[in-house]
Each structure stands twice: as C-alpha cells, then as structure tokens.
C-alpha cells in the first residue's frame, strides 16, 4: 500500500484525495480547521458558484495567469466532470447567468458535504484540527510534522493548502514555506479579486452607495486593460463591487497610481448627455443645481459630481453655463479615480502568485524537483476572473494531482 498525503480539505484537496485512492493506496487529508471546506463555505456570497459551463477555450481567456499550464489539467477534468460528481452525491445544479452554475439549493455547504461524501465514499480519511507544521523528505519518502511535533510517514504529498487570501478560513500561505522548503521558487504574492484603494477621499463620503448599469474602465498608464458594464460600490477607502473586483485582476500586479473612469451614462453619447442635461435645466428653472441634477445622478453623488465639474451646487439653473454643461458632461462620462493600492491581502478573493509553474509538470501537478511531491490549487502560481473558474481550477488541478499520485 502506498500512503498518500493531502494537505488541505479545500476543494483541490478533497477532489485530489479521491483520486489518489485506489486499491492500493491509502489517503489521509489533512486540514487544520475543524471543517472540511471552510472557504468554499463562503464561495459565491454563500451559494458557491461551482464552476462555470462555458468552453475550454472561453476558460482561458478567464484565467489571466498561467493559462496554458491548465490546458492538460482540463483536459483530465472539466466542468461536465464536476458537476456529474457533485450531482452523483445527491446535489442538483443550475446555471445562471453568464454560464455560473450553482446548487440548486443555493447553498455552499452542499458542495462541501458531496465533496466530502466523494472524498470518504471513495476510501480516503479526512482528519480535522490537524495543522501541518512542515513537510520533510525522508530516506524512503515524506516525513508531515503536526503542530504537535508528532510526525508521520508518507510516499508521496499533495500540498493543497490554498492561498493567503482569507486566513480565518484557514488558508494562511503556510503551501509557500512547504515549497519554499523544498527548493521551490514562490512568486510574488498579491491581492487579486480585490476591493482597490483610492488616492481620493471623496468615495468615504459615499460609503455603502452602490452604482448599476455603470461602466468602470480601468487604465495603466495610456492603455486601457478593463471597460466593463455593471454594478461597483463606495468604501470608506475607495471602491468595490463585481466591477471592481474584475477590474483588480487586471491591475493587481502594479495597482499603485492605476486610473479609474466611471461613466454614469453609458447609454447616452455626450452629444445626447449634453442634450438631456439641457432639457433637465429647463425643466428645473431657478431650482440650485444641487437640486436640478437629481433626476441624472443618486442624490448622494450629486455634490461629489458638481464639485468634481467645479460647479457651485448652491447656485440657480439660471446661470449655469454652457462650458459648466460640457464639464459636467465630461464628467458623468468619466469620474476619474486613482488607486493608490489594492486592499489587502486578507480580504482578497484570489491571492496571485504562488508556486512557479515552471517547476511543475501540467500533466502531473508533480514537482519538477522533489519526485513524489505534488501541487494543487491556489496554492499554485495561476488564477481567474469571477464565474466559477477559480474552482474549476482547484478541482481539475487537484484531479490531475491525485491521479498521478496514486501511481507513483
Ligand atoms: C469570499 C470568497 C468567495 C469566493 N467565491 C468563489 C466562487 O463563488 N467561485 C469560485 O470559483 N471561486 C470563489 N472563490 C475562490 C475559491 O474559494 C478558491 O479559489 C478556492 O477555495 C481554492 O481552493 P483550494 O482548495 O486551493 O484552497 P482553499 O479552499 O483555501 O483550501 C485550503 C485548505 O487548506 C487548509 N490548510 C492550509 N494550511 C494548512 C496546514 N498547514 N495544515 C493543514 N491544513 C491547512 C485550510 O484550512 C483550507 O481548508 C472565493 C473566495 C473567497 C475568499
């Protein structure tokens, strides 16, 4: 019997312990809390959007790290594949909107108890409030220290740790010091998935307001790398929401001095704006103009726009003037904002960086340097856009982990 290793009750992990099983392997998953899928829990606002049904192809344009090192890994398990495991354990799915499929139930913690179900069904143990303090190679394998000192032996580890995002989930960065300890090359660890920080103070005024129908563009240096319709919302230090959370990802390298746009119509041209607006002046004569911009903006914006038009908001429609109009045009087509940082790590949905995938085989998810060690989820230097597809990647990465480890 080979003994096989996991560290981590995540998605990766309970998905690579089941594979790892086979008559003639035994399997002990290892995780620190005292649930299996703490994080998953949280996933999709409480209702876990499982993965997403789109095609391999749409899948990587959503993964803006490392694409191609999950080509095989997809290959071995796709989204069909979990969603057929996780319908066998008794949980019924739907898509929804742009190809996230969820439980029907609208509940998490039906995921992770048919993850769960799968993991034991299939022969492997999941032993709680047991955290991994180190990994070590032994003459003949893999010696896990526990937090207690104790240490087992094992033939082969699957680190499944996770990232840094989170960490009262559990998912402390403690996969990076494993590697690290192995010779590993860990990469630069960032927030991605993330509230930003604005050098503005403005947006704390507005805090809790949240904006639909708008459209966030996002711009390093002259390029633009994001332009998107949705919904954002105000912090007290800056913005946050679907929009820009997506528009994090594209700048979560170098997010420091970013430029954001906000275009508060962005189904009118200025040309038509600029018309509306007039028409809403002659509506509203000798009405301020704090008052006469209420049927274009949340009344809560209106002083921050008509400051940010350099528009006293006290004074009368009646001498508002046309170079007034035009700025305030440019300005609900273009809220300027910029990022001083991303928010921090803790409350990041997604750490990037991770695991060089230089060092590892795609095929395998096996150290390139350390044979018998394996690699799976976020603890690998690859991540995605929201939809479903971070999951995706903890599942296929860690199938394809648990597969080769069974036969080592
Ligand atoms: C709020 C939130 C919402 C999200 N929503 C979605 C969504 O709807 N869809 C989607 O695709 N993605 C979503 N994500 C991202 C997704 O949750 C992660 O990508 C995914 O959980 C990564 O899986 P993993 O198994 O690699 O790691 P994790 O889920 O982080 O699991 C790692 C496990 O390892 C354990 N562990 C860590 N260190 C040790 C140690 N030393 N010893 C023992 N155990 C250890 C941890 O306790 C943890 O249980 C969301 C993330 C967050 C934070």
Known sequence: ????????????????????KTPDTSVEIFDRNEKAGKKLFLTGKGRCNITNIASKDEFMRNIPRNPRFLFSAFDGFFNTDIIDLIESRGVRTKVERGGRVFPESDKSSDVIKALVRNAEESGATITLNARIRAVRRTEDGFGIILWDGSERRFDAVIIATGGSSYPSTGSTGDGYEFARSFGHTVTR???????????????????????????????????????????????HTG??????????????????????????????????????????????????????VLGLLPSRMAPVVLQLAGIDPEKTTDSFLKT???????????????????????????????????????????????????????????????????????YSTGAAAGRAASVI
């Open 189 to 235: 660890i960032v927030p991605s998935l993330s509230a930003l920080v604005t050098e503005e103070g403005w947006p704390a005024e507005l805090a809790g307001l949240s904006l639909k129908n708008v459209t966030l563009s996002a711009y390093k240096g002259k390029s633009r790398v994001y332009s998107e319709l949705g919904e954002m919302l105000f912090t």
């Open 239 to 292: 913005v946050s929401g679907p929009l820009v959370l997506s528009a994090s990802t594209r700048i979560a390298d170098e997010p420091e001095g970013a430029k954001l746009f906000i275009d508060m119509k962005p189904a009118l041209d200025e040309q038509t704006l600029e018309a509306r607006i007039l028409r809403d002046m002659e509506q509203n004569r000798h009405k301020q103009m704090k008052n006469a």
């Open 324 to 394: 007034e109009r035009r700025e305030l045009v440019r300005v609900l087509k273009a809220i300027p904002l910029t990022v001083r940082r991303a928010a921090d790590i803790s409350e990041a949905i997604i750490t990037r960086g991770g695991v060089s995938v230089k060092e590892i085989d795609p095929r395998t998810m096996g150290s390139k340097l350390v044979p018998g060690l394996f690699f799976a989820g976020e603890v690998i230097d690859v991540d995605a856009y929201t939809g479903g597809f971070n999951l995706q990647i903890a």
């Open 1 to 20: 019997m080979k003994r096989i290793a996991v560290i981590g009750a995540g998605p990766a992990g309970l998905v690579a312990g089941a594979f790892a």
